[in-house]
């Protein structure tokens, strides 16, 4: 039962942040994000990422 309900609620999530995968991937970089809160939502960036092995 507990699987179904997730299960539900990631379907909901889902069809909810299609449209602002959508919106970001038109207007900003691959390299931004989205940070969603209660407070609000933010578009956060990278400027420089260099990858040390």
Not at 11 to 40: H, Q, R, T
């Amino acid at each position: 039962m507990e699987d179904e309900k997730e299960n539900e609620l990631k379907d909901e999530l889902k069809l909810l942040a299609m449209p602002l995968i959508k919106f970001l991937k038109e207007k900003y970089n691959p390299y931004c994000k989205v940070e969603v809160s209660e407070k609000g939502v933010k578009i956060v960036g990278d400027v420089c990422l260099i990858p040390i092995k």
